[in-house]
Nanobody, 122 residues
Framework: QVQLVESGGGSVEAGGSLRLSCAVSGYTYCMGWFRQPPGKKREGVVRIYTNSGNTYYADSVKGRFTISRDNTKNTLYLQMNSLKPEDTAIYYC??????????????????WGQGTQVTVSS
């Protein structure tokens, strides 16, 4: 089993920064951050393969968001800089235990955190 607990959401003005954290228990093959903007479907933001450290970002966040993992603290992070109002969403940490391809699709991930709200005002 994998348990995920997010923290770090909040409200910030456009251009500001936030760092999300996801405390992880259990083995993961890959992990990701997803978000669900108001009235829209959940979408993939970034994912990372645990062993290789390879990362894959959505075009909308490239150059502004950075995913990282501190294995000593069993914590996944999402550093979000230059935030825009369109980044407003509930952000979810997700994990997959089994091998294979970790795409930006929700179906590739079997474990989810509870979500944390990020609100960016203009």
């Amino acid at each position: 089993q994998v348990q995920l607990v997010e923290s770090g959401g909040g409200s910030v003005e456009a251009g500001g920064s936030l760092r999300l954290s996801c405390a992880v228990s259990g083995y993961t093959y890959c992990m990701g951050w997803f978000r669900q903007p108001p009235g829209k479907k959940r979408e993939g933001v970034v994912r990372i393969y645990t062993n290789s450290g390879n990362t894959y970002y959505a075009d909308s966040v490239k150059g502004r968001f950075t995913i990282s993992r501190d294995n000593t603290k069993n914590t996944l992070y999402l550093q979000m800089n230059s935030l825009k109002p369109e980044d407003t969403a509930i952000y979810y940490c997700a994990a997959r235990r089994n091998g294979g391809v970790c795409s930006a699709q929700e179906a590739d991930f079997g474990y989810w955190g509870q979500g944390t709200q990020v609100t960016v005002s203009s």
